[in-house]
């Protein structure tokens, strides 16, 4: 039984919408009851970071596609819309139900994110549920293979129905953090590969050295032209080095996953998850 349907089954209060049109809308799509827990974006940046708009962009878009419920953002950095009193300011509407659910706001478990989290949901004042980061998932490699696409690097999604004349040999997918983030994305990446039928490759954007080997590697393979698809939400340090990262290794570059729908499908599926996993236990 898939998370979704667990919780529709653990969860009577909660009732389906009727579904509308549009690629991006999908099983995890649910109406919620008024009362029902929070779904929080825990962003691991300032509020006034240049990125961190996008976690409240993501988060009316979980409103309006996904629960018909307002979702809110917590900041692990900084005093402002910080994380920790956000948590203290609500409550808990049914004993049986915790007051929020924090989702890490990232592509890739990152352990000290997961432990900032895990850290606000144990020492608020009200139940709260920790649930798992956005990725890895095959959503993930749906959003990079768009914004490739709207980069004019690779040829778009068949269901957007377009047509790309140009497109790179090969792609690189450049992750945040260090090397056990690089093995998180793989999963990631052979998605990639399977939708762009074109070697991926793997390397944090913050190793140069890593870069021209993994470029290395694609052009060794036979592929003419390199491009990087940035395995980023928008608000990570990394962002900064994209372009020089891509010049340094002569390839071009897509734009991080931004506001993309397929955040929000994922905000939605995590915290589905995460309720469903703590009813069912």
Same mark, same amino acid.
């Given at each position: ?11 009577? #209060? ?21 009362? #029902?827990?929070?779904? /929080? ?59 929020? /659910?924090?989702?890490?706001? #990232? ?131 990394? /962002? ?13 570059? #897509? ?27």
């Amino acid at each position: 039984m898939s998370p979704e349907s667990q919780a529709s089954e653990a969860l009577p #209060s909660r009732r389906r919408r009727t579904p509308r049109g549009g690629r991006h809308r999908g099983d995890e799509s649910f109406l919620l009851p008024p009362g #029902s827990p929070a779904l /929080v974006l825990a962003v691991p940046a300032p509020a006034r970071h240049p990125g961190a708009g996008i976690a409240a962009e993501i988060a009316r878009l979980v409103e309006l596609e996904h629960t018909g419920q307002p979702a809110l953002v917590g900041h692990l950095d900084g005093e402002e819309a910080a994380l920790g009193p956000l948590l203290a300011g609500l409550r808990q509407h049914r004993p049986d139900e915790p007051a929020a /659910v924090v989702v890490p706001f #990232s592509t890739v478990p990152d352990p000290a994110v997961d432990a900032a989290v895990r850290h606000h949901a144990a020492n608020a004042p009200v139940p709260v549920l920790a649930a798992e980061p956005l990725g890895p998932h095959p959503l993930i490699a749906e959003a990079l293979h768009d914004r490739l696409a709207d980069a004019g690097l690779a040829r778009a999604d068949r269901i957007r129905m377009m047509t790309m004349v140009t497109e790179a040999g090969g792609v690189l997918v450049g992750t945040p953090g260090d090397h056990a983030a690089v093995r998180q994305a793989e999963v990631t990446s052979v998605l990639l590969a399977s939708r762009l039928a074109s070697p991926v490759f793997t390397a944090p954007l913050a190793d140069e050295g890593a870069l021209r080997a993994a470029a290395g590697q694609l052009r060794a393979s036979g592929v003419s032209t390199v491009a990087i698809a940035p395995h980023l939400i928008g608000h990570e340090p990394e /962002v900064g080095r994209l372009a020089a990262a891509a010049a340094a290794i002569g390839a071009g570059h #897509s734009a991080p996953l931004g506001p993309h729908p397929a955040l929000a499908r994922l905000a939605a599926l995590r915290y589905v998850e995460a309720l469903a996993g703590a009813l069912a236990g």
